[in-house]
């Protein structure tokens, strides 16, 4: 991570070059920032919310099975 940041890689950047989002991704439900993630129909903007309420999830103490609701 400290690397992207190093080379002021964009978040575009990022997920193009990410090899592969996690399949679950789309069980990812709530609002974050005022938005419902799975509402949201940018598909680049929809995976920055995926990853900022996967954060936020994990920083709360849950657990990556109980986030995508296995």
Do not use: S, W
């Not at 920055?48 to 995508?68: C, M, N, P, Q, S």
Request: positive net charge.
């Amino acid at each position: 991570m400290q690397k992207q940041i190093e080379n002021q890689v964009t978040l575009a950047t990022f997920f193009e070059e990410a090899l592969k989002i996690n399949e679950h991704a789309v069980l990812i439900k709530g609002v974050i920032c005022g938005y419902r993630v799975e509402e949201i129909k940018e598909p680049l903007m929809q995976k920055i919310r995926y990853l900022d309420k996967l954060v936020d999830e994990l920083a709360k103490g849950k657990t990556l099975e109980k986030i995508f609701r296995k």
